[in-house]
Every structure is written in structure tokens, then in C-alpha cells.
């Protein structure tokens, strides 16, 4: 099983509706991040995550919201969908702190393609 | 604040040749730096990271990468190409709060 679980791996949907994405993760990390994946623009972070009581915006926060339901899951929902969101959404982790020779590397899953129509 | 500006986003090579990927960077403070690796229909996977020890980084599947502070720059090269090399690959560098900042992808194609 992957260490990093995203659900729902596709989807299509329509404009106005309410979509959530959520991620699991085996690894034990602190730290969950979402990013959005679009052509030619690279990946860019949408919210991360420290721990439970801890979220942050990233650079394009608004239209999305996000819940981290437990250390291992992080949810992100799209609370009235429109078609400029669509596009590819991946889930990352990684270890907090310097221990064990932590450098920051993220750890991602294979990734939720959403289509709004 | 970082930023990542990877020139060219695509590169044809053919099989047998040689791979170079160009990854120039900006930041404030030592950077730390990432190659990610994604396949078709595939999540993100780490090639290599630069954190500061040797310049010459080496990673999966032969690639390395080499850190020239000067330039501001980390390559990634292999020196022959695999048509299982065909991917889009994407240069990180960790900034504040160990937040990744990516580029915006460099797709290779591996030609017969």
C-alpha cells in the first residue's frame, strides 16, 4: 500500500457543487501539504499543515478549504467548484524538525485529477 | 524569498544521449535543493537532493546533479538517455519553514 493515499483519484464535476479531496498517510509525519499541479505552471502550494491545531495558506488558498482531521489525514475541499480549478491535486508529507537527517524532502501521493465542468 | 526557474520546458533527446535539464535558483538563505521525478499518471518521486555536503549530488537511476553556488545553478545531467527516462522532472528549493518551491517543470522525451 502507498504511504500516501489520495481519494478520490478522479473526478468530474460541475460547477457549483462542493468537492472534497482527502489524504491519508502511513508515514507519521507532522507535516501535510496540498499543492495543485497545472500545465506549464509547475506545482503550487494551495494549504499546509504542522499539525493538528496548526494550518496555513500557501499562495493560492482562496476557493479552497481545508481540515486536518487527525495527524494522519488531511482533507481539502472545494466548497462551490468552478472550472478554473480544474487540474491535478497532490497530497505531500514530510518529517518535521532536523532529527535523523530530516532535509525536507516531501513525500507525495499519486495525485487526484479533478475536472469541473 | 526562493524561487526556481527551470529553462526550457521540454527537452527531446534521443536514446543513448546525453540528458541535461537546467534548474537555476534564488534564495535568501542556504539553499537546499530537489530533483522530483514524475511519470505518467504518477505522483512526484525524489531523484536527488543537494543539503550542503558534496557539490556533485548522484541519485536514482543514474542521474546527478551538480551544485555551483556561483551560477546559482543545479543541473540535473545522465549521460545516456533510457526511453524509460521520458517523464516530467521538476527543481525544488526549500525555503523558510522547510516549504518547498518548485519550478514549473521541464518534460522529456526520449526519442528511438
Known amino acids: 500500500d502507498a504511504d500516501v493515499t489520495q481519494t478520490p483519484r478522479n473526478r468530474i464535476t460541475k460547477t457549483g457543487k462542493r468537492i472534497m479531496l482527502e489524504c491519508s498517510q502511513t508515514?507519521?509525519?507532522?507535516?501535510m501539504y496540498w499543492y495543485r499541479q497545472d500545465p506549464g505552471l509547475g506545482l503550487r502550494l494551495i494549504y499546509y499543515?504542522?499539525?493538528?491545531?496548526?494550518?496555513n495558506k500557501g499562495e493560492i488558498s482562496d476557493g479552497y478549504s481545508v481540515s486536518r482531521q487527525a495527524q494522519a489525514k488531511f482533507s481539502l475541499s472545494l466548497e462551490s467548484a468552478i472550472p478554473n480549478q480544474t487540474a491535478l491535486y497532490f497530497c505531500?508529507?514530510?518529517?518535521?524538525?532536523?532529527?535523523?537527517?530530516?532535509?525536507?524532502?516531501?513525500?507525495f501521493g499519486e495525485g487526484s485529477r479533478l475536472t469541473v465542468l | 524569498a526562493q524561487s526556481v526557474t527551470q529553462l526550457g520546458s521540454h527537452v527531446s533527446v534521443s536514446e543513448g544521449a546525453l540528458v541535461l535539464l537546467r534548474c537555476n535558483y534564488s534564495?535568501?538563505?542556504?539553499?537546499?535543493l530537489f530533483w522530483y521525478v514524475q511519470y505518467p499518471n504518477q505522483g512526484l518521486q525524489l531523484l536527488l537532493k543537494?543539503?550542503?555536503?558534496?557539490?556533485l549530488v548522484k541519485g536514482i537511476n543514474g542521474f546527478e546533479a551538480e551544485f555551483k553556488k556561483s551560477e546559482t545553478s543545479f543541473h540535473l545531467t545522465k549521460p545516456s538517455a533510457h526511453m524509460s527516462d521520458a517523464a516530467e522532472y521538476f527543481c525544488?528549493?526549500?525555503?523558510?519553514?522547510?516549504?518547498?518551491?518548485f519550478g514549473k517543470g521541464t518534460l522529456l522525451t526520449v526519442n528511438p
Open positions: 505531500a508529507t514530510r518529517a518535521a524538525g532536523t532529527s535523523g537527517g530530516n532535509t525536507g524532502e516531501l513525500f
Open positions: 508515514k507519521g509525519h507532522d507535516r
Open positions: 499543515s504542522f499539525d493538528v491545531k496548526d494550518i
Open positions: 534564495s535568501s538563505v542556504p539553499p537546499y
Open positions: 543537494y543539503t550542503s555536503a558534496a557539490t
Open positions: 525544488a528549493v526549500r525555503g523558510s519553514n522547510y516549504k518547498l518551491t
